[in-house]
């Protein structure tokens, strides 16, 4: 059997279930890392800031990320912190769209994501702190820990590194209960009143726990940027089935395939002729991401 399917026992109520913070000094934390942020000596915001250890693998100027690996009673964990650097922090105009995320910092945004999602049953990642802090009258700097999603792992590492997994017989039964998933996950989503404005490969997340069991448990991360109900809500869908639709790699996905992802979000009823549009615009919209992700390429390569 592939090898990235996990042998070990998951209790997966713990990506999706409510979180309750409490404060630390001057960060909020998840009570139950209270104890490994006091062995790493991450309990205060300069603490955590001015940490120099960990790999950091990923750095630009608006913000950086760092492993942090340790153990705890002969077990391996690690935890994720993405620091964003100083950034101006205002309310905005646009309030009939974006009423609940006025004044946030993107630490504390990315936090109150992932609370809202997990409030509605939507799993994601498990927050361990979050903190902010003011650098003059009209910037902030913040931070955000999260701890390692193993045994999830993202669809991208799989469509690249084991696409043979989606393909013959049993590949077919795997891709078709996979877009039963998403397309469920993508609607229940949007019913609560929530929108992953990067719903695609790289931030899904997938646990397969048995050989026998083709039917994964999905999750999402990198709620940095969410979308709230407001008037054009109706274009979700839209947007979201694009980004999944233009990730999924032509050789392996059909157009039965994604046409059957759509099914899937419309709750398995036949298109209606609005549902028809929708599909055309959808494949619009799909077109539009292939060639703009295309002029990006290629201005970097010049």
């Not at 915001?45 to 492993?67: M, Q, Y």
């Not at 009143?193 to 048995?210: Q, R, S, V």
């Not at 994964?216 to 980004?243: G, M, T």
Request: charged content about 25%; overall charge positive.
């Amino acid at each position: 059997m592939t090898e990235f399917v996990s042998k070990s026992s998951l209790k997966v109520e713990k990506f999706q279930s409510p979180i309750k913070l409490v404060r630390l000094n001057d960060i909020l934390i998840n009570p139950d890392y209270q104890n490994q942020l006091a062995q790493l000596n991450l309990t205060s915001f300069d603490l955590i800031w001015n940490f120099g250890g960990g790999n950091t693998f990923k750095k630009i100027p608006a913000r950086s990320v760092t492993r942090i690996d340790f153990e705890q009673n002969g077990i391996g964990n690690a935890f994720y912190l993405k620091r964003h650097n100083p950034e101006k922090v205002k309310r905005s105009r646009r309030y009939f769209l974006k009423p609940s995320q006025n004044g946030l910092s993107q630490g504390q945004l990315e936090l109150k994501n992932i609370i809202e999602f997990r409030n509605h049953d939507l799993a994601t990642v498990i927050p361990v702190a979050a903190g902010e802090k003011k650098v003059d009258s009209y910037c902030v700097i913040s931070f955000l820990i999260t701890e390692d999603f193993s045994p999830f792992i993202s669809l991208e590492w799989i469509l690249f590194n084991r696409p043979e997994f989606f393909t013959g017989k049993k590949g077919e039964l795997r891709k078709r209960i996979l877009l039963e998933k998403i397309g469920y996950f993508a609607r229940k989503m949007h019913d609560a009143g929530f929108n992953h404005k990067d719903f695609n490969a790289t931030h899904i997340l997938l646990y397969y726990p048995k050989p026998d069991i083709e039917a994964p448990e999905l999750a999402l991360f990198d709620l940095q940027r969410v979308d709230r109900k407001n008037i054009l809500s109706f274009r979700w869908v839209i947007k979201s089935l694009a980004e999944i639709n233009y990730t999924l790699l032509d050789e392996y996905f059909t157009k039965e395939d994604r046409h059957y992802l759509f099914l899937a979000y419309k709750g398995g009823l036949q298109p209606s002729y609005y549902g028809r549009f929708q599909q055309w615009w959808i494949r619009r919209k799909t077109s539009r991401i292939a060639r703009h992700t295309k002029n990006i390429i290629k201005k970097r390569q010049f």
